[in-house]
């Protein structure tokens, strides 16, 4: 919209009766300085853009709905945000309407892998990380913003549920390992799982990143 025309709707829409330019016994009526056009002449229009801007925020706020639809959301600084019901490919892979989505900065145990736990007894973890990632997600929808994809195809990406970072709570709780080969940000929650034997911690493991080179 024009600047002129902008200002004329907030006019509008704050407007006042004008002073009046001579006595009220003199019977003169209030001052119109746009003979032909008094402010009620923009009424239709300037209520009409309101509609309309009323009208294209619901319809931004319905794409944004958790209904099970993947819903690429172009956000200003174009990170596409994926959105949905997300089931548990393995401790750190997600699937959306089947999209994959590799959780960033993070490698958890691979599927078949076997840790040990406190007593030295062996246990699958890459099973058991998948089992408390598919807990922790339940039925909620999953926030998830991409951070590109990976050589297999995947889209590598942060997520969320209910707004904390599911990608932190995996290294947090110890069963996944921050990734330093691709990013530091979740050196501190790993820190805090050793330190406090959580997950796989509480035991001994081998690196996934160690386990996939010593399988091919």
Not at 108 to 117: F, H, K, L, N, V
Not at 126 to 136: I, S
Request: hydrophobic content about 35%.
């Amino acid at each position: 919209m024009p600047q002129k025309r902008m200002r004329s709707c907030n006019n509008v829409l704050s407007f006042r009766p004008g002073r009046l330019t001579g006595s009220r016994r003199s019977g003169l009526k209030p001052a119109n300085p746009n003979p032909g056009r008094g402010p009620f002449s923009f009424m239709k229009s300037c209520y009409g853009l309101v509609l309309l801007a009323a009208v294209a925020t619901l319809y931004a706020a319905s794409n944004q709905l958790g209904d099970g639809v993947i819903r690429p959301v172009a956000a200003r600084s174009g990170v596409e945000t994926i959105v949905g019901r997300a089931s548990v490919v393995d401790g750190d892979t997600l699937a959306i309407r089947g999209r994959r989505i590799r959780l960033h900065g993070i490698d958890a145990p691979e599927s078949g892998q076997i840790c040990q736990d406190e007593m030295a007894r062996p246990y699958r973890c890459g099973q058991r990380a998948a089992l408390m990632l598919d807990r922790k997600i339940g039925r909620q929808n999953v926030y998830c913003s991409s951070r590109g994809s990976d050589r297999y195809g995947r889209t590598i990406a942060v997520c969320k549920v209910r707004g904390e970072d599911l990608n932190g709570w995996l290294v947090s709780s110890g069963w996944a390992v921050a990734y330093t080969r691709y990013s530091s940000t979740y050196v501190p929650q790993q820190s805090s799982a050793r330190f406090s034997r959580r997950g796989i911690w509480s035991g001994s493991f081998e690196l996934p990143e160690k386990w996939r080179r010593r399988r091919r």
